[in-house]
């Protein structure tokens, strides 16, 4: 009995799409900005609240403060959130950020942003080679790569 019952964890594990970001207090991410001049920005997350059973993430950027979570659509961002009032109970709006699974050449809109999934890339760092998920963020005069 006790290996059925692992096998069938192990299977409803792998069935579940993984998560874009696996988000904890201390995790960082980097990118790529175009757009006058190229920059690479940096975003760690600071703390970690709870909202219906849902783990949201603070994470800043640009000095601005955004609350993010993973969600059964891909990466969904918090629109006014926990803004003059930090025992919130609901999140008023999600924004889709990053969708996943998504299609290469897949868009649609971030806030207003067109967002396209441009497939597999692979990046090689310090600590080696790796494939990613490359989505492109068209902001106007900025553009995340």
């Keep these: 009995m006790r290996i059925f019952l ?4 192990l299977l409803s594990q792998t069935i579940r799409a993984e998560p874009l970001f696996y988000f ?5 991410w980097t990118y790529q900005v175009e757009g006058g001049h190229q920059e690479t920005v940096t975003n760690r997350v600071s703390e970690i609240r709870a909202v219906n059973g849902k783990n949201w993430y603070k994470l800043i950027e640009y000095g601005e403060v955004f609350w993010v979570a993973n969600s059964e659509k891909g990466q969904v961002e918090a629109v006014n959130f926990f803004e003059g009032n930090p025992g919130q109970l609901e999140v008023p709006e999600e924004i889709l950020v990053f969708k996943y699974p998504a299609k290469i050449g897949e868009t649609w809109n971030n806030n207003e942003s067109p967002t396209t999934y441009s497939g597999l890339e692979k990046i090689t760092v310090p600590a080696g080679s790796f494939e990613c998920h ?3 963020i068209d902001m106007g005069a900025r553009k995340l790569l």
């Design 6 to 9: 692992l096998l069938l964890v």
């Design 24 to 28: 904890h207090v201390g995790a960082t």
């Design 134 to 136: 490359s989505y492109y």
